[in-house]
């Protein structure tokens, strides 16, 4: 699934190529991950000015005059594909998109957005100012890992609220930080030297401090490549990310730990599969 990475690079994307467009006609294809009949949500979008694109944790939110917002969540393998500015077309399958492509924006200046997912998990709902604010709040994301204000001290006293559970699940859970995902937990675990089943009650100031500045490191550094398209995830242009390379544990089970050469190892941990050295991370 597309974490805070992949997510943020995509809304860059969509930021620079529609950002002061206008929508010009809406094509659904498939309306079942719509919150609106698929004649509304046209008929309301059509004619809007894109003011921008914001994201919060892993939710995309495009900005549209008339008090209208689309949220946009990727979930599995739910993409953006932005196509045919003149002069640089970026043509996957061309126009008509695919059998995944379940709504097309046109848009001013021969643009298009294609909104294309294979496995249906993610969405795409139009709300207004109260229902954007209603939807936040209902979904209790924690900090912007990215953020000055996400202080170690912030992410302890959050984290510590529940001593008892175990750190990767929480990590998950967004209530202490937005947008991460199994990646990068796995990752930012690791570089940290914490076993992920250990219960955050355990973890002195100096490992949650570690942890830390590890999250927001692996962050900024998948970022600057685009993310890790380990799972199925593309970006705005069809291109994948590059962070895959940089990956230490996630994906690597039964390979050997880049630090120690110990053999990493799988365990189920909240649902989700986890990898890490048994010899760097002892609980
Ligand atoms: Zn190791």
């Not at 004619?47 to 939710?59: E, H, Q, S, T, W």
């Not at 003149?86 to 294609?114: A, P, Y």
């Not at 076993?195 to 998948?222: C, F, M, N, R």
Request: glycine residues 8%.
């Amino acid at each position: 699934m597309p974490e805070l990475p992949e997510v943020e690079t995509v809304r860059r994307q969509l930021e620079k190529e529609i950002k002061g467009t206008t929508v010009k006609e809406v094509v659904v294809n498939f309306a079942g991950r719509l919150n609106l009949p698929a004649k509304k949500f046209s008929q309301i979008l059509t004619g809007k000015k894109i003011f921008g694109v914001d994201r919060r944790a892993k939710l995309l939110v495009f900005k549209l005059s008339g008090n209208n917002f689309i949220l946009a969540h990727l979930k599995m393998s739910g993409r953006f594909i932005v196509l045919g500015r003149k002069g640089k077309e970026r043509e996957l399958k061309g126009r008509k998109g695919d059998k995944h492509t379940h709504v097309i924006f046109k848009l001013s200046g021969h643009e298009e957005l294609h909104w294309n997912d294979v496995r249906k998990f993610g969405f795409l709902k139009l709300v207004d100012a109260q229902g954007l604010e209603k939807y936040l709040a209902a979904q209790n994301y924690g900090p912007e890992p990215l953020d000055k204000s996400f202080t170690w001290q912030k992410m302890a006293m959050c984290l510590r609220s529940k001593p008892k559970a175990k750190i990767k699940p929480h990590l998950l859970d967004q209530t202490c930080i937005a947008g991460i995902g199994n990646i990068y937990a796995t990752e930012a675990l690791w570089s940290a030297k914490i076993h992920p089943a250990t219960p955050v009650g355990k973890l002195s100031d100096e490992q949650i401090k570690k942890l830390h500045q590890e999250i927001i490191s692996v962050l900024k550094k998948s970022l600057a490549v685009n993310g890790t398209s380990a799972d199925a995830y593309f970006d705005a242009y069809g291109e994948k990310g590059d962070f895959e390379k940089q990956l230490k544990v996630y994906g690597r089970e039964e390979k050997s730990c880049a630090r120690c050469r110990t053999k990493l190892e799988k365990m189920k941990l909240g649902g989700r599969g986890t990898v890490f050295c048994p010899k760097c991370q002892k609980i």
